[in-house]
């Protein structure tokens, strides 16, 4: 008993060490907002000449991880909000152009990752 005792201070610990996270998530497949996900394009494609037109898109379904996310929160040094996601028992930095500047019809972050780089980063809307 004091075992699971233990475990269960340790969890609650480690929750409050963690800063404040969010969680990839939301409807897609045959929901209402599937026409808006489809048409989602990356938002860096103003610095790459993509021969195939596929690849200005941020990917589908099959690319998204579910995951949780942190914000360190825009300041005099660095001028917009930079993200990190928990991928591989790690966060691992959103790259700034890789943020889209629009947000999902449900809110919900998405993180579209091909390769184990990211592709597109749907940041939640109203932050976490």
Not at 64 to 78: G, L, P, Q
Request: hydrophobic content about 40%; aromatic content about 14%.
């Amino acid at each position: 008993m004091q075992l699971n005792f233990g475990v269960a201070v340790l969890a609650a610990a480690v929750g409050l060490a963690l800063p404040t996270t969010g969680f990839a998530g939301g409807e897609w497949p045959d929901g209402p907002n599937k026409a808006w996900f489809e048409g989602l394009q990356r938002p860096d494609n103003d610095k790459h000449q993509y021969r195939d037109a596929k690849s200005r898109f941020c990917c589908g379904i099959a690319d998204t991880v579910k995951t949780k996310f942190k914000v360190e929160m825009a300041d005099s040094i660095y001028p917009e909000d930079r993200w990190y996601a928990w991928f591989e028992n790690a966060w691992i930095p959103i790259p700034p152009e890789k943020v889209v500047r629009d947000h999902a019809p449900d809110g919900q972050p998405y993180l579209f990752m091909l390769a184990k780089t990211v592709q597109c980063f749907v940041p939640p809307k109203g932050g976490i």
